[in-house]
C-alpha cells in the first residue's frame, strides 16, 4: 500500500455527458401520452456507462428506449446506472422549480443508500441520476436537464500518483488481471466496481465491495472500478461516490487506498486494458456524520461550462408531417439510385404545376403530380361536387357532396393536403372566360370577365406548367393563348367516349428570345419538329372556338367517357411532363415519334412525343405531331401581338364578337377559298375530346 | 443457402454464433428479442452501437442542443469537478451510428437499418451521414447497385431509420455462395450473416473485423 506524504495532488473527475437516443424521446412522449399524463412524479429509468471508449471519447452517460423498461435491457458491456425522470407539464414549471432541492434530493438517496448498506450491496446505487424534462409534444420541443450527483468531502480528494497501469504492471499481472475481470465479470455482469487483491505473484483476483471486509487484511487491496473516463490524468465521475462509500464504510481500517480505473476497449481485434489507471495513494476522507447530508453537486455543465439546461427539437424525426415529406423524397430517390442516376429529381419537384379544372383529369393529374414529388400545385375551377363526382374523380368523397357540395378546387386541395400534408397545394374558385360565351355590355359583367381574365393571368405568370383539364374545348383558349403569350408550358389532356388526346403545345418564346433550335423540320411524318415550331390545341382547328354546349343534350355537356379513360389520360398528361423535364431542352425539345425502343433519346426517361392519341376501343395509342399553324386562333404571332398591345380590350371582342378570331387571323378568308364539307371533316374528329 | 436466402430460423442462428464470436472480440454485437403487439412470437435481431467524433469544423447541428434561460447559480462552486467540455481535451462532436440486422420475411434477407444521433437524440440528416463515412466511403458515386439507402420506420419500432434496400441482397449473397462453392469446394461459408455484413456493412461506417474469420464460434 501506497503512503501518504508531501506530494499528494488534488482528484479532479471527469463528469458524465449525457447522450440520448431518438428512440427514447419517442418511448418518452408514448409513455407521457399513454401512461403517465399528467403526473410530474419521479417515474423509473435506467441508463448506462462503458468503459471501452476509444480515447478521446467524452464520457457519455446513455440513455436508450429500453431504459424504460424493467428490468432495462442494456448491452451486454453496459454498466446500468439508476435514476428516476420527472416529466413536468409547463415551461414554467421547468424553469422556476427548485433546482437545488432536486439536487439534494437525488444526492440524499445516495448518501442514503451509502449509510445503510444498500450501495454496498448493489453499488450500481452510486451512480444514480435524475433527469428533468419538459416536453412540448406539439412542436416536438424537449426540454431537459440531468442531475449526477456527486458528494463532498469535507476536504478535497487527493492522490499521490496517476499513472497508466501498462507502465507499472508487467504484461503477466495485466493478463492477469484480464482474466480475473472476465470471471468477475460473468459472475456479476453489470457491476463497475469491485475490489482488487493483487498477490505478490502477480496474480490478480476481484471480489464484490461486499466481501471488503475480509479483503482489507490483505496485502493489495485495491478500489476499482470500471472508468468512463478517456483521460490520461483523470479518472471517471462514478469513483467519486465510491471514495465516500469507502470513507463511510471502512475509514476505521483505511485511510490510504490505491484505486484501479478499469479501462477496457478492443481496436482492430486488439483488446487493451493497458490505458487503465493506477491512482497510488488515495487519501480517504474522513467519516463525516450520516445525519448531515454532505454538500451534492451534479446539474449537467453546457460546453461553457454553464449550469444551463437544454432544449432539442425532434421535428425532423418525430413530426409525421416532415417524416412523410423525407419519406416521399428518399423513395423517389430509389429510382435514381435503381434505375436511372441521371434523373432530375428536383427538376420535377420544384415545378410549379397549375391545373386548370378539378374534376376527373384534374383530380389525376394532381395525384400522379404528387406520387412525382411535385409540392406546389394549384387547382382551378369553378364548380361544385356532385353526388356523381367522386366515384370517378380521385379526390373527392361523398362527403364533399352534401349541402350544395363542396367547391370543387377545394375540396380537391383538403384531399390533398390529407393524402400528404407536405403538399403546397391552393385553390381557386374562378371561372375562364370563353369566345362565344358572350360576355355582354353589362359594366358589372364585363368587371367581372376582367377580374376572371386577371386571375387567370395572374396564375399563369406565377407558374412553370398549365395543365388544360376543362371539360369544354372553347374554355381551353385563353389559357391556351396566355400560355403562349407568357412562354409557359402546356399540358392539354381531352377526352372523347372511348378516346383521348394528350399533346404538349408548342412552346412560344419571348419576342427576340434566341431559342437555339435549328428551325429546320428534319423527315416527314411530323416527326423531329423542333419544340417551338409545335402546333397548340388550336392550330389543327379551322374553327374558331364556339359555345359547345349550346344546342346539346344532357348527356354531351357532361363529360361521357368510359371511367379509366380519364384515368390513363391524366397519367399520361404528368408523364409527358416529366419527360419533357428531363430532356436538356425542355419545352424546346423536338417531338420524337420514334416507336422501336432502340432509338435514343435525350430525356433519360425515353421519347417526347408531341401528341399521344388514344383509342380505348383498340387498346392503341399513336403519337402524331402538328406543326404550328400560323392562322391559329388562340398561338399565331398576330393574336398574341394583339393581346400584348390591348390586353383585356382584345379578349373582350374575342368573347363577345362572333367571327372576331377567324377575321383577325385570317381564317374567314380561308373558308371562303374552301368548301364547306372539308371543313365540317377535319373539325370532326377532334373537337368534342 | 446457394440462392442467396435466408430462413429466419438460420438468421437466428447465425446471429447467435455471431454475437458468441462477437463477445470474444469485444465488437459490440447484441442480439435482442422483442415482442410485438400484434404477435406472440417474439422478434430477434442484432443490434451494434458505435460512437465517434466528428472533426470539429464538421457542420454542426444548428437545432441542438440548445440552452435554455440563463445559467442558474444552483450550486456550489466544486473543484473536484473536471471542466473538460470546450476546452478540446475531449472531442465535442460525436455521433452514435445504431446499426439493426433485421430479418425481412418478405425478402428472405437480413436488412441493415442504421440510425445516427447527436448527443441530444436528434437524427443526423442522412446529407451529413454521407459525409462523416466519406473517410470509409470511397464508392459513394459509383453507383454501386445496392447502395440505395431510404428511409423507412422501423419494423420493431415504428420511428424512422434509415435501411439498404435489400433488393440486391439476394443476388449478391448468391453470387458469393456461388463462387465460394466453386473455390472451396462443399465447404459452405463459415456464417452468411458474417459474409452479408462485410458486403453491405462497409458502405455505411460498419466494418466487419478480419478476426471474425480467424475464430471458430462453435469452440
Redesign the interface.
Known amino acids: 500500500m501506497a503512503t501518504g506524504g508531501a506530494e499528494q495532488q488534488?482528484?479532479?473527475?471527469?463528469?458524465f455527458?449525457?447522450?440520448?437516443?431518438?428512440?427514447?424521446?419517442?418511448e418518452l412522449s408514448r409513455r407521457k401520452l399513454e401512461k403517465y399524463h399528467l403526473s410530474e412524479a419521479a417515474q423509473y429509468i435506467s441508463g448506462y456507462y462503458t468503459n471501452?471508449?476509444v480515447p478521446?471519447?467524452?464520457?457519455?452517460l446513455l440513455l436508450e428506449?429500453?431504459g424504460f423498461e424493467k428490468p432495462p435491457?442494456h448491452?451486454?458491456?453496459a454498466f446500468p446506472c439508476p435514476g428516476s425522470i420527472i416529466v413536468l407539464n409547463t415551461i414554467e414549471s421547468f424553469?422556476t422549480c427548485d433546482?437545488?432541492k432536486i439536487?439534494e434530493e437525488t444526492g440524499r438517496q445516495i448518501w442514503d443508500d451509502i449509510n445503510d448498506g444498500s450501495a454496498v450491496d448493489d453499488p450500481s446505487l452510486l451512480s444514480r441520476f435524475m433527469l428533468l424534462t419538459f416536453a412540448d409534444l406539439k412542436k416536438y420541443n424537449?426540454?431537459y436537464w440531468f442531475v449526477f450527483p456527486?458528494l463532498?468531502p469535507n476536504d478535497?480528494?487527493t492522490t499521490l500518483s496517476i499513472k497508466t497501469i501498462g507502465s507499472v504492471w508487467n504484461d503477466q499481472q495485466l493478463q492477469s488481471l484480464q482474466k480475473a475481470y472476465d470471471s468477475f465479470r460473468s459472475a456479476h455482469p453489470g457491476i463497475g466496481f469491485f475490489i482488487v487483491v493483487m498477490t505478490d505473484d502477480g496474480t490478480a483476483a476481484l471480489h464484490e465491495l461486499r466481501e471488503a471486509e475480509t479483503c482489507l487484511s490483505t496485502e493489495k487491496f485495491m478500489l476499482g472500478f470500471c472508468d468512463p473516463s478517456?483521460?490520461e490524468t483523470?479518472p471517471g465521475w462514478p469513483l467519486?461516490n465510491l471514495l465516500i462509500l469507502a470513507a463511510q464504510k471502512w475509514s476505521d481500517r483505511l485511510n490510504v487506498v490505491d484505486v484501479l480505473c478499469y479501462r477496457?476497449?478492443?481496436r482492430?481485434?486488439r483488446?487493451l486494458v493497458s490505458h487503465s489507471l493506477l491512482l497510488e495513494g488515495v487519501k480517504l476522507p474522513d467519516k463525516m456524520s450520516t445525519d448531515v447530508l454532505p454538500?451534492?453537486?451534479?446539474?449537467e455543465?453546457?460546453?461553457?461550462?454553464?449550469?444551463?439546461?437544454?432544449?432539442?427539437?425532434?421535428s425532423?424525426?418525430?413530426d409525421p408531417v416532415r417524416?412523410a415529406e423525407?419519406?416521399v423524397d428518399?423513395?423517389l430517390?430509389?429510382m435514381r439510385?435503381?434505375l436511372i442516376?441521371s434523373l432530375d429529381l428536383e427538376a420535377v419537384s420544384s415545378t410549379k404545376c397549375l391545373l386548370l379544372g378539378a374534376g376527373t383529369l384534374g383530380c389525376n393529374v394532381a395525384r400522379c403530380l404528387m406520387g412525382w414529388g411535385v409540392r406546389h400545385i394549384t387547382l382551378l375551377d369553378n364548380s361544385t361536387v356532385s353526388y356523381s363526382n367522386p366515384v370517378r374523380q380521385s379526390l373527392f368523397t361523398f362527403h364533399d357532396c352534401s349541402s350544395g357540395g363542396k367547391h370543387k378546387a377545394k375540396a380537391a386541395v383538403e384531399s390533398m393536403r390529407l393524402i400528404f400534408p407536405g403538399v403546397k397545394a391552393e385553390a381557386v374558385d374562378s371561372s375562364i372566360p370563353m369566345p362565344g360565351h358572350s360576355v355582354g355590355t353589362n359594366a358589372e359583367a364585363i368587371q367581372k370577365a376582367r377580374k376572371d381574365v386577371e386571375t387567370v393571368e395572374k396564375l399563369v405568370q406565377t407558374h412553370d406548367v398549365v395543365f388544360l383539364l376543362m371539360d369544354t374545348r372553347e374554355s381551353r383558349w385563353l389559357p391556351t393563348l396566355l400560355t403562349s403569350a407568357h412562354s409557359k408550358i402546356c399540358i392539354n389532356a381531352a377526352l372523347g367516349f372511348d378516346t383521348y388526346m394528350v399533346m404538349r403545345h408548342g412552346f412560344r418564346p419571348q419576342p427576340g428570345t434566341e431559342t437555339g433550335s435549328p428551325g429546320v423540320i428534319v423527315g416527314g411524318c411530323g416527326s423531329g419538329i423542333p419544340g417551338d415550331q409545335l402546333g397548340c390545341y388550336f392550330c389543327s382547328d379551322v374553327v374558331a372556338p364556339t359555345d359547345s354546349t349550346r344546342d346539346r343534350t344532357l348527356d354531351q355537356q357532361c363529360t361521357v367517357s368510359r371511367p379509366g379513360i380519364s384515368m390513363v389520360a391524366g397519367a399520361l398528361a404528368t408523364e409527358l411532363l416529366v419527360s419533357l423535364l428531363q430532356h436538356p431542352l425542355k419545352a424546346l425539345a423536338p417531338s420524337d415519334s420514334h416507336t422501336e425502343d432502340d432509338s435514343e433519346s435525350e430525356s433519360c426517361l425515353g421519347l417526347i412525343p408531341h401528341q399521344i392519341r388514344g383509342f380505348m376501343s383498340r387498346f392503341q395509342n399513336v403519337l402524331p405531331a402538328s406543326q404550328a399553324f400560323d392562322k391559329c386562333t388562340a398561338c399565331s404571332p398576330v393574336v398574341l401581338s394583339r393581346y400584348r398591345e390591348e390586353g383585356f380590350d382584345f379578349l373582350l371582342k374575342a368573347f363577345n364578337t362572333p367571327n372576331f378570331l377567324e377575321d383577325l387571323t385570317g381564317l374567314s378568308q380561308l373558308y371562303a377559298e374552301t368548301d364547306d364539307d372539308q371543313v365540317w371533316e377535319l373539325s370532326d374528329g377532334e373537337d368534342d375530346m | 443457402m446457394a440462392t442467396g436466402l435466408l430462413t429466419y430460423e438460420e438468421f437466428v442462428r447465425n446471429a447467435r454464433d455471431l454475437v458468441v464470436m462477437s463477445d470474444r472480440l469485444g465488437d459490440g454485437w447484441e442480439l435482442r428479442h422483442v415482442r410485438q403487439t400484434d404477435g406472440p412470437e417474439e422478434t430477434a435481431f442484432l443490434v451494434k452501437r458505435i460512437c465517434v467524433a466528428i472533426a470539429e469544423e464538421s457542420p454542426v447541428d444548428p437545432e441542438t442542443p440548445r440552452d435554455v434561460g440563463e445559467p442558474e447559480n444552483i450550486e456550489d462552486e466544486d473543484p473536484a469537478t473536471l471542466h473538460c467540455r470546450g476546452t478540446g481535451k475531449l472531442s465535442e462532436k460525436t455521433v452514435q451510428f445504431e446499426y439493426h440486422v433485421i430479418y425481412s420475411p418478405s425478402y428472405q434477407v437480413p436488412v441493415l437499418f442504421f440510425t445516427a444521433t447527436f448527443h441530444s437524440g436528434r437524427l443526423v440528416p442522412l446529407k451529413e451521414i454521407w459525409k462523416f463515412l466519406s473517410p470509409f466511403h470511397v464508392t459513394r458515386d459509383s453507383g454501386m447497385e445496392w447502395e440505395s439507402v431510404t428511409q423507412q420506420e422501423h419494423p420493431i419500432f415504428g420511428r424512422p431509420f434509415y435501411h439498404l434496400h435489400p433488393c440486391h441482397t439476394s443476388n449478391v449473397m448468391a453470387t458469393i455462395l456461388t463462387a465460394n462453392k466453386h473455390e472451396r469446394g462443399d465447404r459452405d461459408i463459415k456464417n452468411y450473416l458474417l459474409s452479408w455484413l462485410t458486403i453491405f456493412g462497409p458502405t455505411i461506417g460498419l466494418n466487419v473485423l478480419i478476426d471474425y474469420l480467424k475464430i471458430d464460434s462453435k469452440t
Do not use: E, I
Open positions: 488534488m482528484l479532479q473527475f471527469v463528469p455527458v449525457s447522450r440520448l437516443d431518438a428512440g427514447f424521446w419517442h471501452n471508449s478521446g471519447l467524452p464520457t457519455n428506449y429500453s435491457v448491452p451486454p458491456y424553469k433546482k437545488r439536487l424537449f426540454h456527486a463532498f478535497p480528494l478517456t483521460m483523470n467519486r477496457d476497449y478492443t482492430d481485434g483488446r454538500k451534492v453537486t451534479g446539474w455543465k453546457n460546453d461553457k461550462n454553464k449550469s444551463v439546461p437544454k432544449m432539442v427539437n425532434l425532423s424525426s418525430m417524416l423525407s419519406s428518399l423513395n430517390k430509389l439510385w435503381r442516376p
